[in-house]
């Protein structure tokens, strides 16, 4: 069974027993996305391990959130792991997420190392898939929150929770407005609303939810990267490529950001900017459905003369 192999979103349901909603979900969430391709969705082999790792850390106690952050703390920490669920050994506790490596346990969101304690080793099955039906052809971040309150935290799971249900997405806004009430400095929060606002057309609001989690923390990748991508929405290049900027100083294995950055650098004629961005996507995401495109770009760009 070959990495490249393609998977339907109604085979994955099949082949791992989920559901729509729990891919939309976990979608959402930023855990695992499918690829999309000439309007089509698919998912490859490492997402499926990847979605076989979710499912079996969600019914082993293991809520989402935590797994999201869990997630995102890694992808900081270990920029040359792309799909942390599908390439670390995963454990659990019961109630969070564990990474081994090297015989030593790791608690990604503090980065501390663990004593042994009892975990619960996810079961590896997904190696060994029934077969399936022929697929047809088909053919791209989130920050952990710190330490907050109960009220937060109970906004937070109600706002997930009615954007799992897909049509309670002004729902889900209002309770993300209680969350930042109950705790104004949760970047999470201000990301997770910022995204539906932006989702929903209504840019000023996202830009607004996106400079609310810089200002409680100015280090936040996602949060510049969420930024300069609705400031270019909006027809501020510049000021979404100074965004952009900070998301790939902060974290350099941002590849999406990178790909938005060479975006914008073009788009304000600088070729050159646009070049080295270019080349760090595709150095860094080689195998994504739009390198084809970023390499074009990137001959385009060093054809051109700067103006």
């Excluded at 109630?95 to 004593?115: I, T």
Aim: proline content about 5%.
């Amino acid at each position: 069974m070959g990495a490249t192999e393609r998977f339907r979103p109604e085979e994955v349901q099949r082949i791992l027993a989920l559901t729509g909603k729990q891919l939309d979900h976990w979608d959402r969430l930023s855990l695992i996305s499918p690829k999309k391709e000439q309007g089509s969705r698919y998912y490859d082999f490492r997402d499926l391990i990847g979605l076989r790792t979710v499912k079996q850390l969600v019914e082993q106690g293991v809520p989402p959130i935590r797994i999201r952050r869990a997630v995102a703390a890694l992808r900081q920490q270990l920029s040359h792991v792309q799909s942390p669920l599908a390439e670390l050994r995963v454990l659990s506790d019961g109630k969070d997420v564990v990474v081994e490596r090297g015989g030593a346990r790791l608690e990604p969101v503090s980065g501390q190392f663990l004593l042994n304690f009892e975990t619960r080793e996810l079961d590896e099955g997904i190696r060994t898939i029934p077969g399936r039906a022929a697929r047809a052809a088909a053919g791209p971040a989130s920050s952990p929150a710190g330490a907050s309150g109960a009220a937060e935290n109970d906004w937070m799971a109600v706002a997930l929770e009615y954007e799992a249900e897909g049509a309670a997405r002004a729902a889900a806004i209002q309770a993300y407005d209680r969350a930042v009430s109950a705790d104004p400095q949760s970047v999470e929060a201000w990301i997770n609303r910022g995204t539906l606002c932006y989702e929903d057309g209504n840019f000023a609001k996202a830009a607004e939810s996106f400079h609310r989690a810089l200002a409680s923390n100015p280090e936040s990748a996602l949060a510049h990267y969420n930024l300069g991508s609705v400031l270019e929405e909006m027809g501020e290049p510049g000021a979404a490529r100074n965004h952009l900027r900070e998301a790939v100083r902060i974290d350099p294995g941002y590849a999406d950001a990178h790909y938005n950055l060479a975006f914008v650098s073009e788009k304000l004629g600088n070729f050159g900017e646009a070049r080295e961005h270019w080349q760090a996507y595709i150095k860094l995401d080689p195998s994504s459905p739009w390198c084809d495109y970023a390499r074009r770009r990137l001959n385009f760009a060093t054809a051109t003369k700067p103006r």
